[in-house]
């Protein structure tokens, strides 16, 4: 069965650093979101793309987040200068929005603790 | 206007008993309602929806019962199980295909 693809699995990084994650989505999907969830909390997106173009970026910490899908395939999530309050699971979905198919297929996603 | 609101925030219920999980939202826009399981440290994943055209969906012990007046939509789970221990999260989605989600409800199934 196909799966959206993440790593690092967790990481771990001193506040100011920078910090990446990755993720691959279902062969075909063409929309891919990010999203951010805290401990305790529903996931809130962050980006959605469809291809390689930004849809909504509405949500998105753009002064120290970003979010590239330069080959409309798979995604890189960065956050430059980590906070904090950054700590939270990052997840990564995909859709394949041909017709009426809404159905978000989530991937295991990436927890990151700042110290 | 964009909020989906969920409740209870936890849940205990006997084995074999039936768990319901209530939500309610606002956007008359919205137009498919899933719910979504979640495991500790896993990805949320996809359990049931239903679309506003019908009241009920089925699948297996699973159910959602929709009420368009009313702007509610609530999962049942019958004959719960401890297997079925996990946090629950309804969401709702317009046309731009955005998932706003409820806050989440712990489910705990005694054995």
């Known amino acids: 069965e196909a799966e959206v693809a993440q790593s690092p699995r967790y990481k771990i990084t001193e506040k100011s650093q920078a910090v990446a994650f990755w993720c691959d989505p279902i062969s075909g999907h063409a929309t891919l979101y990010w999203y951010r969830q805290i401990l305790g909390q529903g996931p809130e997106l962050l980006v959605q793309f469809q291809d390689e173009s930004v849809v909504d970026d509405s949500q998105l910490p753009k002064d120290r987040f970003s979010a590239e899908r330069l080959k409309g395939v798979d995604s890189t999530l960065k956050i430059q200068p980590a906070e904090l309050g950054d700590s939270a699971m990052y997840l990564c979905?995909?859709?394949?929005?041909?017709?009426?198919?809404?159905?978000?297929?989530f991937g295991p996603g990436t927890r990151l603790t700042v110290t | 206007q964009q909020q989906v609101k969920q409740s209870p925030q936890s849940l205990i219920v006997q084995k074999g008993g039936i768990s319901i999980i209530n939500c309610a939202y606002e956007n008359t826009a919205f137009d498919y309602f899933p719910w979504y399981q979640q495991f500790p440290g896993k990805g949320p994943a996809l359990l049931i929806a239903?679309?506003?055209?019908?009241s009920e969906k089925k699948e297996g012990r699973f159910t959602i019962s929709f009420n368009k007046s009313a702007k509610q939509f609530s999962l049942h789970i019958m004959d719960s199980q401890p297997g079925d221990s996990a946090t629950y999260f309804c969401a709702a989605s317009d046309s731009s295909y955005k998932l706003i989600f409820g806050s989440g409800t712990r489910l705990l199934v005694r054995p």
């Open positions: 979905a995909s859709t394949l929005t041909s017709g009426s198919s809404y159905e978000q297929y």
């Open positions: 239903i679309r506003p055209d019908v």
